[in-house]
């Protein structure tokens, strides 16, 4: 009985299979487990980088869907939106706030200026919208938003609206964030919107919190507590 029982081990364990070596290789068995985890890390990369550009591709020509979009374009962009973030590579951002830290520019967002706020804010003719940027300072705890602004005259009118913010870990994957303070250069922009600018300041006020549910090197996406979406890329100045 000895005998069967080390006979029937044997057949199932061979030693010299594992083929180990003196650095440390791992055994010639685990190999092919580490070439699936490998090439299902890289399709799932593949994967997000071919719904990146199926985002960037639907929020073309929408001015970042501030003064809204037709209902189904919006569906499709907010689809898109949660397929990436179910792959988020960075289940913890607020732990591993180099990934967040630096210049962001929005591509996305459903915050919108519709009816009335738009017109009183001469954004249907008179007032252009540029580009939105976010810069995250994590050393300092500190975030400014920048709004660029051109306004129609006798000559094209340049500006922006900076806010600044300060913001606290509230979990991992939240941030609390505290207005501090806004400012509109060069004064003739602020004299056009002097008269209206607590509905911009309502409309880009980023106090209350926000979630970060997507986070990679060159895409950020964020939820915040009034329900609005927000997708942001990287920003290079490479002007200077």
Do not use: H
């Not at 919006?74 to 990436?84: A, C, D, F, M, R």
């Not at 922009?189 to 409309?203: A, Q, S, T, W």
């Not at 950020?220 to 100045?237: A, T």
């Amino acid at each position: 009985m000895s005998i069967m029982k080390v006979q029937r081990f044997g057949t199932g364990f061979n030693c010299s299979r594992i083929n180990t070596s003196r650095f440390g290789e791992k055994p010639v068995w685990f190999r092919p487990i580490t070439i699936i985890k490998v090439a299902e890390q890289s399709s799932v990369s593949g994967l997000v980088e071919d719904k990146k550009r199926e985002l960037f591709q639907a929020v073309e020509g929408i001015n970042r869907g501030i003064f809204g979009i037709p209902s189904g374009k919006k569906s499709e962009i907010e689809s898109l939106v949660k397929q990436i973030e179910s792959q988020n590579p960075t289940p913890e951002p607020t732990l591993e706030l180099d990934k967040v830290d630096g210049c962001w520019r929005l591509v996305y967002s459903t915050i919108s200026i519709l009816g009335s706020r738009r017109t009183k804010l001469g954004l249907r003719d008179f007032i252009s919208l540029g580009d939105f940027f976010q810069t995250i300072d994590k050393a300092k705890n500190k975030a400014v938003n920048v709004i660029k602004f051109n306004a129609k005259g006798l000559i094209l009118l340049s500006g922006e609206l900076s806010i600044e913010a300060s913001f606290k870990i509230a979990s991992t994957t939240k941030v609390d964030i505290n207005f501090e303070n806004s400012t509109i250069t060069p004064d003739q922009l602020m004299n056009v919107f002097r008269k209206n600018y607590d509905i911009l300041l309502g409309i880009f006020n980023p106090e209350g919190w926000l979630e970060i549910t997507y986070v990679d090197d060159t895409m950020r996406i964020g939820r915040d507590d009034k329900g609005n979406i927000f997708v942001l890329e990287r920003y290079e100045d490479n002007s200077s």
